[in-house]
């Protein structure tokens, strides 16, 4: 073993105006998902501790939003390094709490501290843009401008991603922060505002929350001292929040569900297929929204592609992320599991073969067994074809057109990622045209990495993340119109 469970901290506090306090409104265990255990506890607020961090941050906004874009990037530089300088206190943290396996806890800090790392590195180049004017001697600049004080609300499968992502853009933005993350993965988000507090960040700048969701959320979207509101989970909730967020007139920015499709055609490389896009659906125990999970395989390659699919799925090693050679870690919690059982018995009602897994794992914890579903027509109307699976399951469907390919993976009510793979251009260009998709990997894995934006589409969400796009998302582009005075000694 070696991951260090000891260095981590496994409960968590408010974090309100640069002070961590007890909620008041009780606590709930912090629960193991690799085996069930309760390993901390977190601190619930109340809706008057609620109030009180969105005026923390209201009251943070003006001194914040004036400092130097660089003087606020160093800040998140500094947080970067130090949670470099804290990555097996963070892996421990975050393995204990999501189920994650070792190289998926590593490979999220890492991801995470690039992501502030690289905020860090813009917030000194979000600038205005000169333009001429119309009159002569008159000129125009557009002017980012802070919003003021925003919300943030994450999940729980990649918790300190998504913290670092929403937090580090709107802090290299100027604004304050409410941040209300995921009662699944609270130590991660504790420790995540800890080293932003070590690296300097002022007192009420940022603000951690955590309660009953829906009182919560509803708190703060019906708040019009929130100007933003920045939010990944399912689209469900997204829709909800959009609704309540409206009569404000808060901004958001919303990150939701997925179904990514994969097009294989009769030329792909099988072998590379399955060696590319494995890992990322079985990666975090296929709890990603980005994560492949309906195979469209030309029906030349069908039957090849179903045994290896089902092979390469067959030879994960399930078991605690503290255990040696384990590859494949639990999921969320039981219902993720109940959800991913009516998943794959409703397919095989609909005509699908399961040809391996498709069944809970018989201990401590919450596993399910990698799961592939072969054999399920195009047009079936299986649950599983239009319904996000979130977990370690995918379904393979046999096609002999690139057309009903494309028709059988818009089906689908998402439009987040997809996968094409081909060596031809024309088949290329044809599907970059049609597929409905905002993030395309073609012959690749399409990683959202700090310094692209990236957005949903359709049920998937809208607004962007990553990139200065991500960060603009927070501001206010200011029109500033002006013509000199005439020229002259003053007195």
């Known amino acids: 073993m070696s991951v260090d469970v000891g260095a981590a901290r496994m409960s968590a506090d408010l974090y309100v105006g640069g002070a961590w306090i007890e909620g008041g409104a009780g606590r709930l265990d912090n629960v193991d998902p690799g085996n069930g255990r309760t390993v901390g506890a977190v601190s619930l607020a109340t809706a008057a501790q609620v109030d009180d961090a969105i005026t923390a941050a209201v009251d943070a906004f003006p001194a914040w939003s004036a400092l130097s874009g660089t003087a606020r990037g160093d800040i998140l530089r500094r947080a970067a390094a130090l949670l470099v300088d804290r ?25 995470a501290a690039e992501t502030l790392r690289w905020n860090g590195e813009q917030a000194g180049r979000v600038q205005a843009t000169a ?10 600049t557009s002017v980012p401008t802070p919003l003021g004080a925003v919300a943030v609300i994450t999940a729980w499968n990649f918790p300190a991603v998504l913290a670092t992502r929403k937090l580090g853009a ?8 409410v941040f209300k993350a995921s009662e699944f993965a609270p130590a991660t988000a504790r420790l995540v505002v800890e080293l932003l507090a070590e690296a300097g960040l002022p007192a009420g700048v940022v ?86 999970s309906r195979y469209f395989v030309h029906e030349s390659r069908y039957q090849e592609f179903v045994d290896k699919l089902t092979a390469k799925a067959s030879s994960y090693v399930l078991g605690h992320g503290t255990e040696d050679g384990v590859t494949l870690g639990a999921v969320a919690h039981q ?37 592939v ?6 047009d079936a109307d299986a649950a599983i074809l239009s319904e996000e699976p979130f977990g370690p399951i995918a379904t393979v469907s046999a096609f002999s057109t690139l057309d009903e390919a494309i028709d059988a993976a818009n089906a689908a009510p998402f439009a987040f990622a997809a996968y094409l793979f081909t060596d031809r251009l024309s088949v290329r260009d044809h599907v970059v045209r049609r597929l409905n998709a905002s993030n395309l990997g073609i ?17 998937s969400g809208y607004g962007y993340e990553g990139g200065i796009e991500g960060i603009l998302a927070f501001t206010q582009l200011r029109l500033v119109s002006e013509t000199p005075g005439p020229l002259g000694l003053a007195g």
């Open 87 to 111: 990555t097996e206190e963070a892996v421990a943290t975050i393995l204990l709490e999501t189920g994650k396996t070792e190289a998926d806890a590593r490979g999220e800090i890492g991801r």
């Open 207 to 292: 603000n951690l929350v955590f309660g009953d969701p829906q009182a919560v959320s509803a708190q703060l979207t019906s708040s019009q001292r929130i100007k933003a509101l920045s939010f990944t989970g399912s689209t469900a909730v997204g829709k909800a929040l959009a609704a309540q967020a409206a009569p404000n007139l808060i901004r958001t920015v919303l990150e939701l569900g997925g179904h990514a499709p994969v097009l294989v055609m009769d030329d792909a490389d099988v072998d590379h297929v399955i060696a590319t896009t494995a890992g990322a659906k079985f990666g975090s125990a296929g709890q990603s929204c980005v994560a492949p």
């Open 335 to 371: 219902g993720r599991v109940d959800a991913l059982v009516r998943l794959a018995q409703d397919a095989t009602e609909h005509g699908g073969t399961v040809t391996t897994g498709g069944h809970q794992v018989r201990r401590d914890g919450f596993y399910f067994a990698p799961t």
């Open 131 to 140: 333009f001429p004017g119309v009159v002569a001697g008159s000129r125009r």
């Open 373 to 378: 579903v072969a054999g399920l027509p195009l």
């Open 170 to 177: 709107a802090l290299a933005a100027g604004c304050a922060v």
């Open 443 to 459: 012959n690749q894995l399409a990683p959202s990495l700090p310094d692209v934006p990236l957005g949903g589409l359709g049920n």
